[in-house]
């Protein structure tokens, strides 16, 4: 069972517009959102983070909107860049206890959108 | 440098060989993990360790061992490869003191399992 789901597994966008990346979760014991971004032969990189007590948060041409009521997140980039070209993760976690009672926070990631910008 | 190495960067083998995937990290990092990316499925966690000697299973651990005898490695064991196994296979470490600790990544093993 996905619990965070990625359903546009590709995105293309021309240089300057706005990209808009979507996700959608149904845990609702998940409460902080993150968003990672993949280059080719390359490790995921942090991007950007939303706690569930917020509905927003932004970072320079990174922009991150939670709606729990919907359990839906979504990364906007303004103005995209063909350097933005990647893969774009969202990943979710909650406070879990692991064994010996030591807590802890996992992530669970979405599938990925592959993000291509034109020049 | 200081990071997250992993080793190797590829790696071919035959099925029912026994395949371990390194780990070291050198920010003394509580947490590691163990990711496996693949097409269709992002990334799934196969086992993570809150501290040296603690471990557990993640969302798909079936054919893998880990140990975690030093805070900064952890080793991933295939004990009798399959090529279900192939795959490209992440380390990850954090403080996650809280939820709100990020992940980060080591540049990734990739294994071709023929």
């Known amino acids: 069972d996905q619990q965070v789901k990625q359903n546009s597994p590709s995105l293309s966008v021309q240089e300057g517009r706005i990209s808009i990346l979507n996700c959608d979760y149904t845990?609702?014991?998940?409460?902080?959102f993150l968003w990672y971004k993949k280059y080719p032969a390359e490790g995921p990189t942090f991007l950007i983070s939303i706690s569930s007590i917020k509905d927003k948060n932004e970072d320079g041409r990174f922009t991150v909107f939670l709606n729990k009521s919907a359990k839906h997140l979504s990364l906007h980039i303004v103005p995209s860049q063909p350097g933005d070209s990647a893969v774009y993760f969202c990943?979710?976690?909650?406070?879990?206890?692991?064994?010996?009672?030591?807590?802890?926070?996992?992530?669970?990631f979405g599938q990925g959108t592959i993000l291509t910008v034109h020049p | 440098d200081a990071g997250i190495t992993q080793s190797p960067r590829y790696k071919i083998t035959e099925t029912g060989r026994q395949v371990t995937l390194m780990c070291h990290q050198t920010?003394?990092?509580?947490?590691m993990f163990w990711y496996r990316q693949d097409l269709g499925h992002g990334l799934r966690l196969i086992y993570y360790?809150?501290?040296?000697?603690?471990?557990d299973k993640g969302e798909v651990p079936d054919g893998y061992v880990v140990s975690r005898s030093k805070t900064e490695n952890f080793p991933l064991t295939l004990e009798s490869a399959t090529r279900s196994q192939t795959s490209v296979y992440f380390c990850?470490?954090?403080?996650?003191?809280?939820?709100?600790?990020?992940?980060?990544f080591g540049s990734g093993t990739q294994l071709s399992v023929l």
């Open positions: 990850a470490s954090s403080e996650a003191k809280t939820t709100n600790e990020k992940l980060f």
């Open positions: 920010w003394s990092h509580s947490y």
């Open positions: 845990n609702s014991m998940f409460d902080y």
């Open positions: 360790s809150a501290a040296a000697d603690i471990t």
């Open positions: 990943a979710a976690s909650g406070i879990r206890l692991a064994a010996g009672g030591t807590s802890y926070g996992k992530l669970t």
